[in-house]
Structure formats: C-alpha cells, structure tokens
C-alpha cells in the first residue's frame, strides 16, 4: 500500500507536466492548421506567404542536398569569430570601467555613443576599411555582441553588496584576491545574463552582415532566395536563425545552472 501511494504523486506530477505541455503546444498547432487550411483554400497566396508543408519540403530539399549544411556551418563560422572577439572586449572594457573611477571615466561615455551607432550606418565604413571579405562580417558580430557584455558586467560588478565587500575586507584579502574571490563572483550572474543578450545580437547582426557581398551562409541564402522570388526558402532561413538563437540561449542558461548553483534561487527543493 506504502509503495502505491508513493507512485501517486509522480503519476500526478508527469501528468500535470503533460497537460501543460499541450496546453503549451495547443495554439502554435493551432494556428499552423489555421495557416495550412487558409493556403488550401487560397485564402492567402503562396507567393506571399507560403503553406508549412511547401517549407517542410524546402527544408528538406536543402537538407537532403547538403546545401543548408554548409551554409549553416559557415555563419556558425562568423558568428564564433565575431562573439569572441565581442565578449572578450567587452569583458575587458567592463573590468577596466567597473573597477576603477578613471577607466569609467575613460571608456564609458566613448562606449555609450558607439552602442547607439545602427549596424546598417556602419555597413560602408566596415567595407572601406576592412574590404569585402569575411572580416566586416565578423566585426560587425563582434561589435554588436560587446555591448550586452560591457553593461551588463560593469553594473554587475557595480552592483555587488558593499556589505559583503564591507565583512570580506577585514580578513586582510588584498585588492586582486578582494576582486577574484568576491567581485567576480558576485558579478557572474550579470556576466551570463549579458551572455544571453549577446548571442541574440550576434545573430542579428549576422543577418546584416552577410548581406554584405556574401558567397555563403544563411544570409546568403536568404538572399538568395529572394532574387528568386522563394519565400519558402526565406522562410527556412528565418527558422535557422531563430532555432540557432535558442540553442545558443540553452546553452547559457546550462552553464548558468552550474556555474550559479550556489545561489539560493538554485537550490533544489
């Protein structure tokens, strides 16, 4: 008897967890049988706007054929590039800015200005000064993707409880351990939520810069596609993007629940 009843409250929780899962689920197939019957019945046209099977089926020419792949695997290519260089800047201006009055000082309003700078005004400058290459590309990921990272961390770092400074100091911690063992720590959780922001810029500014005189990537094909009147395939490409996008967002929020165990709201029940 102990044994059954035991069984009762998982039983319950899975079933709880399955209905809202397809209560989750219910308005997104919803509205796809919505979007299918209005193109069956022409209702919308497909030239405009085409039916989920016409894009499964694109999707699945271009997996079948190889030619997603190796579009895919060269923006994974430029937006890697692009994030590293992005996240280290913008990691090191935070530090520089965050822990000292006269780095604020020195980069913070010249950080600002640039930040409000659109990806489409700095397109021509990029390609007069870097060429046509993959290096405008990847400059304008990294540019776009260090911003998140440098407000975030610097008010992270700012933000740390002085209180906790305040006790930690009078254990005679010099102002580097001060900084590796309480600062940094403290300022993680900003530096991963900045993480977070900065993956989704970078996809976007991805889309921008391989309209700039790219041979390869989703962009590419996007554009690709257009000239050629496929809103079917522009549409695939629009769901890579934002597929990529959430993968990328999973990622952190993984490396969030280790690295941040040791918060409370961490903690299982």
Same mark, same amino acid.
């Given at each position: 008897m102990r044994a059954a009843t035991a069984k009762k409250p998982g039983r319950s929780s899975r079933a709880a967890a399955l209905t809202?899962? +397809?209560?989750?689920?219910? $308005?997104? #197939?919803?509205?796809?049988? +919505?979007?299918?019957?209005? $193109?069956? #019945?022409?209702?919308?046209?497909?030239?405009?706007?085409?039916?989920?099977?016409?894009?499964?089926l694109a999707f699945w020419e271009l997996t079948a054929s190889g030619e997603l792949a190796v579009h895919l695997l060269v923006s994974l290519g430029r937006v890697s590039a692009g994030l590293a260089i992005g996240v280290s800047a913008g990691t090191v201006c935070a530090l520089v800015a965050g822990l000292s009055k006269r780095g604020e000082d020195a980069l913070d309003a010249l950080l600002q200005m640039l930040r409000t700078l659109p990806h489409l005004a700095l397109v021509p400058l990029f390609i007069l000064w870097f060429g046509i290459g993959e290096a405008p590309k990847i400059a304008l990921v990294a540019l776009g993707s260090a911003f998140p990272i440098y407000l975030n961390l610097f008010a992270g770092i700012r933000t740390v409880d002085a209180k906790v400074v305040e006790a930690v100091s009078t254990l005679g911690l010099t102002r580097r351990e001060l900084i590796a063992l309480v600062i940094l720590p403290g300022a993680l959780p900003s530096f991963l939520t900045g993480l977070r922001y900065a993956l989704g810029v970078a996809w976007l500014s991805l889309v921008v810069g391989e309209q700039i005189n790219a041979s390869s990537g989703i962009g590419y094909l996007a554009m690709t596609a257009r000239d050629f009147l496929r809103t079917d395939v522009i549409i695939v490409a629009l769901i890579v993007y934002a597929i990529l996008g959430l993968l990328a967002d999973l990622i952190v929020r993984v490396i969030e629940r280790s690295a941040l165990a040791w918060r409370p709201a961490f903690i299982k029940e």
């Open positions: 809202a899962g +397809l209560r989750r689920c219910a $308005v997104p #197939l919803a509205l796809l049988a +919505l979007w299918q019957t209005s $193109v069956g #019945l022409s209702w919308i046209s497909t030239r405009s706007i085409p039916s989920p099977t016409q894009i499964l």
